[in-house]
């Protein structure tokens, strides 16, 4: 009769020299907890060890982390100085902003792209952008550098929300940033650590790539024209033309003298005066949540913000522009229904007016795509405080508030 055996895990043979003090701990540590042999004692301490190192890091803060958060964006910029730096700055060979279609195609046409779902997110990239100038006394960024710094950035903002869970529950103003490591344990608590950390990495990448920007791939390119003329840029803050970006060099040499190349291709980016004016405005719930003011804020953005994004952030998108006014002129909306009803028949004009000889792609035969496409457009009005959700429903209705 067969019997069963365990399989072989893959794995790599070491020789390790271990003191004589270390192997009797090792021993003692065998004989107290009851283990199988000396292996099991320094697995399970290895395991332990990478758990602890593991959760410092991601959820009460590392050394390397509370080192980041200490250099990182504290709620506070200094615009007096930012705009002496930005006074000056070179404008020359800029990367050029392509329409919205020629990045994402028909379905993003005319309107902010779906998965940059807030704005919270954008002015927490501009203020890190404002900070990381401030601290490097220098108008251009490095890309990679700054959605680094924004990444780190947010996991410490997001974390001071533990502190306010009302206004982190009324306001939702956590939605887009990147999920915290205990959020995703507490969402799923089947996944194991190295799954949680997979998930974790996944979602500070999405946030900077979605909001701060990143360099679109061939694929990704629908207007093969523009691929001729340098890279081209995608992300909240390059297509609503807040920051500017261009190709830049770095000489290798300076900082590793025996490297064979002598430099190298980067993308720099800084404010524009558009995306200067917005990062100054200001914003009581985040001097509320850095402890900068005691005054509990009652929304997201102040009036002057909620205003430059209907004049100066909207009309860049030209369908969205004109359906958030013909929402807000039209008052009540009565449904989720009947907000995508309204929204598929009023895209499906514009695209065959914009579009006429191009076919619609088949997810966009589906009436989910204009559905989620219409929430996405409220959800930031939501947030704006221009439409306010009847509290206890779910699909609306949708009241307009005072504009």
Partial sequence: MATDRAKPKRGVMMDIFLEDSVEKQIKEIQKVENLQDERDVIYRAIQNYFEKVTKSKMI?????????????????????????????????????????????GLDGAGIIWIFHNRMLPVKFSLLCLSQMILEQNDPWVDLDDLKKYVQDSAQNFVDRFDNFPD???????TTG??????????????????????????????????FVGRKLRLRQIQNQRMLSEGYCIGGACFEMDLIH?????????????DSSSKIKERIVVTLNERGLKFAQLKNNLMDF???????????????????????????????????VRGLIKGGT????????????????????????DKALPPHMQSSVTFRIR????????????????????KSGPYILQQT
């Fill in 167 to 173: 206004i982190k529950n009324n306001f939702g103003v």
């Fill in 60 to 104: 009460t803060g590392s050394t390397e982390f509370e080192k980041t958060n200490n250099t990182g964006f504290d709620g506070e910029v200094d615009f007096s100085h930012l705009s002496n730096i930005l006074k000056n700055i070179e404008t020359d060979n800029l990367i050029e902003r392509l329409p919205q279609n020629d990045i994402y």
């Fill in 374 to 393: 219409a929430l996405v457009i409220m959800a930031r009005l939501i947030e704006f405080g221009i439409f306010k959700k009847k509290p206890g429903t």
């Fill in 289 to 323: 949540v850095y402890g900068h003011s005691a005054t509990e804020p009652e929304k997201i953005f102040s009036d002057d913000e909620k205003n430059f994004y209907l004049n100066e952030i909207l009309p860049r998108f030209e369908f969205e522009n004109d359906f």
């Fill in 177 to 210: 940033f990147p999920r915290s490591f205990s959020s995703i344990q507490n969402t799923d608590g089947s996944l194991d650590n190295d799954k949680t950390l997979l998930s974790h990495y996944r979602s500070k990448k999405r946030f900077s790539e979605q």
């Fill in 333 to 356: 909306i009565e449904s989720s229904k009947y907000l995508k009803t309204v929204f598929e028949e009023k895209y499906m004009e514009f695209l065959k007016m914009k579009f006429p």
């Fill in 245 to 257: 970006a261009k190709s830049a060099y770095k000489n290798n040499k300076e900082q590793n003298p």
